[in-house]
């Protein structure tokens, strides 16, 4: 599976972004896909899951009420979309895919793509 991220900018606070993960590969409907990001001087870390169906979301505790995952199996797409956007959610952000839900959220990812930068101003 290659995975390339798009939709990243500049933005600012309060305002909304929303992130695109696109997939090759026809096996694309049977992983679990993921978000992670990394700012700047502070190492990757989680920020939503999601299962195969779509009808399982996992989100870190900083960007819940904010942030929504979703995907398009059809498609082979999935995004973020992210809402009332903070200076803290700065960061390069990265889509991912891996077999299990614990392997998203635990960061054993099989697949990344390459990230795309979010900066909000404030």
């Known amino acids: 599976v290659q995975l390339q991220a798009s939709g990243g900018g500049l933005v600012q606070a309060g305002g909304s972004l929303r992130l695109s993960c696109a997939a090759s590969?026809?096996?694309?409907?049977?992983?679990?896909m993921g978000w992670f990001r990394q700012a700047p001087g502070k190492e990757r870390e989680f920020v939503a899951g999601l299962s195969w169906s779509g009808k399982s979301t996992y989100y870190a505790d900083s960007v819940k009420g904010r942030f929504t995952i979703s995907r398009d199996n059809a498609k082979n797409t999935v995004w973020l979309q992210m809402n009332s956007l903070k200076p803290e959610d700065t960061a390069v952000y990265y889509c991912?895919?891996?077999?299990?839900?614990?392997?998203?959220?635990?960061?054993?990812?099989?697949?990344w793509g390459k990230g795309t930068l979010v900066t909000v101003s404030s």
């Open positions: 991912a895919a891996a077999r299990t839900i614990p392997a998203i959220t635990g960061g054993g990812v099989d697949y």
């Open positions: 590969g026809r096996t694309f409907g049977s992983y679990v």
